[in-house]
């Protein structure tokens, strides 16, 4: 009964206490409705928008190599060939083995990487190697640069990509039975057996004293997609790195009674390089793009982007600075608490051809170099991490999101001048590892591309909502 007392008295004094609150809404500090902060939305803001085309983009030794020939309904022709240096094994001197030696068979064989893009379904592949005219040095090469090659046709594949398909294949095993294993996802090429037997095992001496010495005497590899294909083709990527790619070389010798059989590889692709090559014409955008191109100071409704060093979109905000200005003429002034840029792909244009999955945004200085904006760069207070940042494509909204706080404030203070701001093809490099970086680089490495709104006469127009506080001084 005790237990009882006690809490029924403390309801007793509970109900006392409140009870002789006349007005409740009076406990804690008054509120003068006038000077209260009210949250205000701009969702109009001017911005002009325009195509242009991509910085050349360095290819050697990319790690996703890319062989193309994508004929786009809507950006037209996209080429991309492959040029891979071949390696002497063990990338050191070479002995040619004794006795007489006949070659069985030859294979390129080279990895799939992620990235595939165009049409897997209906489209029948061909790819076609030859031998280059001059060897890979190394050094720095662009999309643009232009490969002489020998027409002699050395090897040939017809075949659908299947870059996430595993298969079998028979391999050699030095004193035992050959057997079958299972390989990753890859791309086998037969190369002409009297290539190799000249020019590998017919090789001097001294042609095969040093990696370097073989690869000015082999040139390497000129690889290529058939552009006479039916279909509409696609873009796909090679790791043409270390073991992923290589020329693996089936022989036998004889000595005397004895026949061995032996597999020797030549790795390929250090160094390796890319020839990339756009043809707007053809696509039902490429009058307009041709027209953003060859007047980029215009505004326009449309924006096209496209990877593989294609198109990026500039886009610029003129009258920023007038939120400032007219608050302070007042005698007052603003507090930035967010701006969000919102940019949305055409309707229709996403099918059959998906969106981009990662667009870039970054600004331009004064030298017309690169460079992260304060909220992406992590030597600026405004710096954000790049899953707040944004960029990436969001399926459900079908629409690209950025927080630009801190660069939209920068501008309307005058604190950065806008020389150019510019929304690009990422690289997706780390996006399924959580390790991706927000990279401003042109990139080779993204076959995919996006139809954009563009100024405020599109139905799909880009957005930037700024959210303010107005304060008195």
Same mark, same amino acid.
């Given at each position: 009964?005790?237990?009882?007392?006690?809490? +029924?008295?403390?309801? +007793?004094?509970?109900?006392?206490?409140?009870?002789?609150?006349?007005?409740?809404?009076?406990?804690?500090?008054?509120?003068? =409705?006038?000077?209260?902060?009210?949250?205000?939305?701009?969702?109009?803001?001017?911005?002009?928008?325009?195509?242009?085309?991509?910085? *050349?983009?360095?290819?050697?030794?990319?790690?996703?190599?890319?062989?193309?020939?994508?004929?786009?309904?809507?950006?037209?022709?996209?080429?991309?060939?492959?040029?891979?240096?071949?390696?002497?094994?063990?990338?050191?001197?070479?002995?040619?083995?004794?006795?007489?030696?006949?070659?069985?068979?030859?294979?390129?064989?080279?990895?799939?990487?992620?990235?595939?893009?165009?049409?897997?379904?209906?489209?029948?592949?061909?790819?076609?190697?030859?031998?280059?005219?001059?060897?890979?040095?190394?050094?720095?090469?662009?999309?643009?640069?232009?490969?002489?090659?020998? *027409?002699?046709?050395?090897?040939?594949?017809?075949? *659908?990509?299947?870059?996430?398909?595993?298969?079998?294949?028979?391999?050699?095993?030095?004193?035992?039975? &050959?057997?079958?294993?299972?390989?990753?996802?890859?791309?086998?090429?037969?190369?002409?057996?009297?290539?190799?037997?000249?020019?590998?095992?017919?090789?001097?001496?001294?042609?095969?004293?040093?990696?370097?010495?073989?690869?000015?005497?082999?040139?390497?590899?000129?690889?290529?997609?058939?552009?006479?294909?039916?279909?509409?083709?696609?873009?796909?990527?090679?790791?043409?790195?270390?073991?992923?790619?290589?020329?693996?070389?089936?022989?036998?010798?004889?000595?005397?009674?004895?026949?061995?059989?032996?597999?020797?590889?030549?790795?390929?692709?250090?160094?390796?390089?890319?020839?990339?090559?756009?043809?707007?014409?053809?696509?039902?955008?490429?009058?307009?793009?041709?027209?953003?191109?060859?007047?980029?100071?215009?505004?326009?409704?449309?924006?096209?982007?496209?990877?593989?060093?294609?198109?990026?979109?500039?886009?610029?905000?003129?009258?920023?600075?007038?939120?400032?200005?007219?608050?302070?003429?007042?005698?007052?002034?603003?507090?930035?608490?967010?701006?969000?840029?919102?940019?949305?792909?055409?309707?229709?244009?996403?099918?059959?051809?998906? =969106?981009?999955?990662?667009?870039?945004?970054?600004?331009?200085?004064?030298?017309?170099?690169?460079?992260?904006?304060?909220?992406?760069?992590?030597?600026?207070?405004?710096?954000?991490?790049?899953?707040?940042?944004?960029?990436?494509?969001?399926?459900?909204?079908?629409?690209?999101?950025?927080?630009?706080?801190?660069?939209?404030? &920068?501008?309307?203070?005058?604190?950065?001048?806008?020389?150019?701001?510019?929304?690009?093809?990422?690289?997706?490099?780390? +996006?399924?590892?959580?390790?991706?970086?927000?990279?401003?680089?042109?990139?080779?490495?993204?076959?995919?591309?996006?139809?954009?709104?563009?100024?405020?006469?599109?139905?799909?127009?880009?957005?930037?909502?700024?959210?303010?506080?107005?304060?008195?001084?």
């Amino acid at each position: 009964m005790k237990f009882f007392r006690i809490d +029924l008295l403390t309801l +007793l004094i509970s109900l006392f206490i409140l009870g002789s609150c006349k007005n409740p809404d009076s406990i804690g500090l008054p509120i003068d =409705p006038t000077k209260a902060l009210q949250t205000n939305l701009i969702d109009t803001a001017t911005i002009n928008t325009t195509t242009v085309l991509e910085d *050349s983009v360095q290819t050697t030794n990319a790690s996703k190599a890319p062989l193309a020939y994508f004929k786009d309904p809507v950006f037209g022709i996209t080429e991309a060939n492959i040029v891979a240096s071949l390696n002497l094994p063990s990338l050191s001197a070479y002995t040619i083995p004794t006795g007489t030696i006949s070659v069985d068979s030859a294979v390129l064989v080279m990895s799939y990487a992620d990235g595939f893009y165009g049409d897997s379904l209906t489209t029948s592949y061909k790819a076609n190697v030859y031998q280059l005219n001059e060897p890979i040095a190394s050094k720095a090469y662009y999309n643009n640069k232009v490969w002489s090659y020998n *027409s002699t046709l050395l090897g040939t594949k017809i075949f *659908s990509p299947r870059p996430k398909t595993k298969f079998k294949i028979t391999t050699i095993v030095t004193g035992a039975k &050959d057997t079958l294993i299972r390989v990753s996802p890859q791309l086998r090429i037969p190369i002409d057996k009297n290539f190799v037997f000249n020019k590998f095992f017919g090789a001097s001496s001294g042609q095969l004293t040093t990696n370097t010495v073989f690869q000015n005497y082999i040139k390497g590899f000129y690889i290529t997609l058939d552009k006479t294909r039916p279909g509409v083709g696609g873009n796909m990527f090679f790791n043409v790195v270390a073991d992923s790619s290589r020329l693996d070389v089936y022989y036998h010798t004889v000595s005397g009674s004895t026949i061995d059989t032996e597999k020797v590889s030549l790795a390929i692709g250090t160094p390796h390089a890319a020839e990339i090559k756009h043809n707007f014409t053809s696509g039902s955008a490429g009058a307009a793009i041709a027209t953003q191109i060859g007047n980029p100071k215009g505004t326009y409704n449309t924006l096209y982007v496209q990877g593989l060093g294609g198109l990026r979109a500039k886009i610029s905000f003129p009258y920023l600075k007038k939120i400032v200005t007219a608050a302070q003429a007042s005698g007052g002034d603003i507090v930035l608490n967010r701006a969000e840029l919102v940019v949305t792909p055409v309707t229709g244009t996403e099918i059959p051809y998906v =969106p981009l999955p990662r667009l870039t945004l970054y600004r331009n200085d004064i030298a017309q170099q690169r460079q992260l904006i304060p909220d992406a760069y992590a030597g600026d207070l405004h710096y954000i991490l790049i899953g707040s940042f944004g960029g990436f494509y969001d399926n459900y909204h079908k629409s690209y999101h950025y927080v630009i706080t801190g660069y939209i404030e &920068d501008l309307m203070r005058g604190k950065l001048t806008d020389y150019g701001t510019f929304i690009a093809p990422a690289d997706t490099t780390g +996006l399924s590892t959580g390790t991706a970086s927000i990279n401003i680089s042109t990139t080779a490495q993204v076959g995919a591309r996006a139809v954009l709104g563009g100024d405020k006469t599109s139905a799909y127009k880009m957005k930037l909502n700024i959210l303010y506080n107005r304060v008195t001084k």
